[in-house]
């Protein structure tokens, strides 16, 4: 009969525990946000390294990828590093691999890299089973003394390997490669410098702890870029971004003028500002020029190989080449910014913005503690080889007996213990040598080593003990740091140059925008455009518009000039006219171009010239005189000049002819009024006087004019005698014009 099989109960579930959802949450984005600071975004200011970097040197340290030794796939890296330390995607291990390989990315690299590990154009590394990868000098440097309990290690993430928390780092990496990463709620950027430089810092900072910003900076005067370039930021503005451990960097690329015949030249770009892609430069350059926003650049072409070589033809030789630069700068990447954030780890894993004594003091501090952690670890070595060696010592001097014991004995090792008083290490030694270590010979070598190690030994206990002599020691290690990557070195000088700031250069607009003359159009509803050529009243009439639009202002100009608006709000807007779109279709709403409201309109639309004076008044007949270069606009929300009341709204702007001497007014109601124009103040901004007093309505128009000339009318004029019955004061109510005068209210 078969068995019956008997089931085992399920255990049973947990109990549920209610939980508010605000404060789940909370706490689960707060771990999200650690992990991310400290696991990911933010380097340790001691070793300048994320984890994955850390582990990514870690494991082909263990793969025994020397500087010297063979190279190995990046696939197996990338697989050890997976699978041992850091079990993440295999693309973004691989991503950071590439970088460390990369010469135009890193100041000095951490992986020597063999096959295509990308370019300075932008292109992609390639797949990691065609690439291979072994170790720099630099990153064995930041490796030495790993394996002598130099720092502490931890379990990895399944406690199957351990790995270290921070690396010994003989090398100042953090400010030498610098770092950049964003967290949650914080980030870091960190720009390169030369290590040569680092190390003078560092030195002076041994002897003078206490050191100034300013005489740190004397030493380290900027960022060193990999790319190179030519950094022009004010030293003070250095000073103070190292001071507070936030600021920015402005870096020119580096460029020569290359003279040709009959008076022609072009200019020779060799090296661009760091992290900038050189294909989208070119790119974001050619843009421009099919854009004819370069109106002095005839072409841009790569010729680069190796180095890097832009050329730039200008389309005249008269065009200076400095400005020519400086137009370049403004707008392409030939100029950029890099941002400083010292945001990093300190050596208790707290995130902290450091000022450059406080990352210089916190590599100082590291380098002691590995010091003295390798002292101890060799000190320790040493005193089991010395207990080793006086247990031989003990064995040569009565070696006949020795024998005797091993050769009669049941128990030699607790024989030899007892009757020479050995340790039991000195006991297990001795039984293992081999025979042909009796020689005399042996003797002697053991006896050199045993004095040789006495006197490292009590050189290590003397190190322990004087602080004076750690800091000696670590100084010396930072002047073969230097001497290896000094400035006369190859790999140690500096790359970006450190220049003064340049002077500003006053730029005008006709060195962006090639002058061409146009017709600027703009319709009863807003719609704005610009027609090539000063068109024609016939020409433009024919200009096709939306149903139910027509059009409003129509003016000549050039690309060059600036468009004035005044609107019903009281202000002016300015506007290039460049930027207008062309009259091949219906153009674009004003609109999307300044700030002006749904429920307000334009007014006035004049080229800005400079020098005149504009008549301008709200409908209630309020208004003074404004200077034309008072009312230009610097932003698209525009310049406020006439200041108004709930419900009122501009209604008048016109130019003041430079002979004018009396201003005339006309109301909704048709009455005329003339007065002298002094009576009209002239002013910046302001509600204004007022100009003519109204019964119903408001003011229609109003214009100023010169009275011997005569008012012109809508294309009739009215003479100073027939006018003399309506000249009056400011603020009167005026009278109805003459007979014969038009029926219109509007000048």
Not at 81 to 91: N, S
Not at 477 to 499: F, N, P
Request: charged share 30%.
């Amino acid at each position: 009969m078969a068995k019956k099989t008997v089931t085992a109960e399920p255990p049973p579930p947990p109990p549920i525990r209610p939980v508010a959802l605000g404060e789940a949450l909370s706490e689960r984005y707060l771990s999200y946000a650690l992990s991310t600071i400290m696991a990911r975004s933010l380097p340790d200011v001691r070793d300048g390294l994320k984890p994955v970097h850390r582990r990514l040197l870690y494991a082909m340290q263990q793969l025994r990828l020397d500087a010297n030794g063979p190279y190995k796939k990046s696939a197996r890296v990338v697989g050890d590093v997976i699978g041992k330390l850091h079990p993440h995607g295999d693309q973004s291990i691989y991503d950071a691999l590439v970088r460390l390989a990369q010469d135009f990315a890193i100041r000095y690299p951490l992986v020597d890299g063999q096959g295509n590990f990308g370019n300075i154009d932008g292109d992609n590394a390639a797949a990691m089973r065609y690439t291979e990868a072994r170790l720099t000098e630099v990153a064995e440097a930041l490796l030495t003394g790993i394996d002598e309990d130099a720092v502490d290690f931890r379990p990895n993430f399944d406690g199957s390997e351990t790995e270290p928390v921070v690396l010994p780092a003989a090398f100042p990496n953090l400010l030498a490669n610098g770092a950049a990463g964003i967290a949650v709620g914080m980030a870091t950027s960190i720009p390169p410098h030369n290590v040569g430089e680092l190390c003078d810092a560092l030195l002076h900072l041994i002897k003078t702890p206490n050191a100034r910003i300013e005489t740190l900076v004397a030493h380290v005067p900027g960022p060193d870029f990999p790319t190179g370039g030519i950094l022009v930021e004010p030293r003070e503005s250095v000073i103070e971004a190292y001071r507070t451990g936030r600021g920015s960097f402005r870096v020119r690329a580096r460029w020569t003028k290359e003279q040709l015949p009959r008076g022609q030249y072009r200019i020779v770009v060799t090296e661009i500002p760091y992290q900038v892609q050189k294909a989208k430069l070119i790119e974001k350059l050619a843009e421009l020029i099919n854009g004819k926003r370069l109106p002095m650049v005839e072409d841009v072409r790569d010729e680069s190989a190796d180095d890097i070589r832009l050329v730039i033809e200008p389309k005249t030789g008269n065009v200076p080449a400095d400005l020519l630069m400086e137009q370049l700068f403004k707008i392409t990447d030939l100029e950029s910014r890099f941002p400083l954030n010292l945001n990093v780890l300190d050596a208790d894993q707290t995130p902290k913005v450091m000022d450059l004594r406080e990352a210089l003091q916190a590599f100082l501090d590291h380098r002691r503690v590995v010091l003295q952690r390798r002292s101890q670890h060799r000190l320790a070595a040493i005193e089991r080889r010395l207990e080793v060696l006086g247990g031989y010592l003990i064995a040569y001097l009565n070696i006949d007996e020795v024998i005797e014991i091993i050769r009669r004995e049941d128990e030699p090792k607790v024989e030899l213990m007892r009757r020479f008083k050995l340790s039991d290490a000195q006991a297990e030694a001795i039984l293992n040598m081999r025979l042909r270590s009796l020689r005399r010979l042996e003797e002697i070598e053991i006896k050199k080593e045993n004095k040789a190690l006495s006197e490292e030994r009590k050189g290590l206990k003397a190190l322990l003990a004087d602080e004076k002599a750690q800091w000696q020691s670590i100084a010396g290690e930072i002047q073969e740091l230097r001497k290896k990557y000094g400035a006369k070195t190859e790999e140690g000088r500096r790359r970006t140059e450190v220049a003064d700031a340049p002077e500003p250069i006053d730029m005008p607009i006709e060195a962006f925008v090639e002058k061409e003359p146009v017709t600027v159009v703009c319709s009863d509803k807003g719609w704005i455009r610009a027609a090539k050529g000063h068109l024609e009243p016939a020409a433009a009439a024919e200009l096709k518009y939306k149903e139910g639009d027509r059009e409003k202002f129509t003016l000549h100009a050039m690309t060059t000039d600036k468009l004035l608006v005044f609107g019903t709000n009281g202000r002016f807007y300015t506007v290039g006219i460049d930027k207008l779109p062309s009259a091949r279709g219906h153009g674009e709403p004003l609109r999307l171009m300044i700030d002006l409201g749904n429920d307000q309109d334009v007014v006035e639309m004049l080229v800005l010239k400079g020098g005149r004076r504009f008549l301008v008044a709200s409908h209630q007949a309020r208004g003074f005189i404004v200077p034309e270069d008072e009312v230009v606009a610097q932003t698209k929300n525009g310049k406020q000049v006439l200041n108004l009341s709930d419900g009122e709204e501009a209604a008048v702007c016109s130019v003041v002819p430079p002979d004018a001497d009396h201003v005339a007014a006309i109301g909704d109601n048709r009455k005329l009024l003339v007065f002298p124009i002094e009576q009209l103040p002239e002013m910046a901004r302001g509600r204004g006087v007022t100009l003519q007093k109204h019964k119903d309505g408001g003011l229609s128009d109003a214009k100023a004019f010169k009275l011997a000339d005569g008012l012109s009318w809508q294309s009739r004029t009215k003479s100073a005698a027939e006018l003399k019955e309506w000249v009056g004061d400011r603020a009167q109510a005026g009278r109805l014009p003459p007979p014969g005068s038009p029926r219109a209210s509007k000048f």
